[in-house]
Nanobody, 116 residues
Framework: QVQLVESGGGLVQPGGSLRLSCAASGFTFSNYAMRWHRQAPGKERELVATITSAGGSTNYADSVKGRFTISRDNAKNTVYLQMNSLKPEDTAVYYC?????????WGQGTQVTVSS
């Protein structure tokens, strides 16, 4: 059974940091590119960051470049999103996504709220 379980969300003040984790099971994690998306209320889902299967290449949305870092540990079947200098506009549900040529798996999401 394929599972992607996000954790690490919560309430943080502007300028603060959070580290999201996504634990994968039920598929060969190291064969999949991993992505983080987010969706704020009333807005479309946005691709935030991508990392290739071996972790050699990353890409970021312009809105988070220089503040967010995606990484992965294939030995632990886990992908991370380190979020620094958080802004109120980063408030959203953050989703983990595993992508291959054949499959596209999603987690259930974790809420991140940036507010004073």
């Amino acid at each position: 059974q394929v599972q992607l379980v996000e954790s690490g969300g919560g309430l943080v003040q502007p300028g603060g940091s959070l580290r999201l984790s996504c634990a994968a099971s039920g598929f060969t994690f190291s064969n999949y590119a991993m992505r983080w998306h987010r969706q704020a209320p009333g807005k479309e889902r946005e691709l935030v960051a991508t990392i290739t299967s071996a972790g050699g290449s990353t890409n970021y949305a312009d809105s988070v470049k220089g503040r967010f870092t995606i990484s992965r540990d294939n030995a632990k079947n886990t992908v991370y999103l380190q979020m620094n200098s958080l802004k109120p506009e980063d408030t959203a549900v953050y989703y983990c996504n595993a992508l291959s040529r054949r499959n596209n798996y999603w987690g259930q999401g974790t809420q991140v709220t940036v507010s004073s």
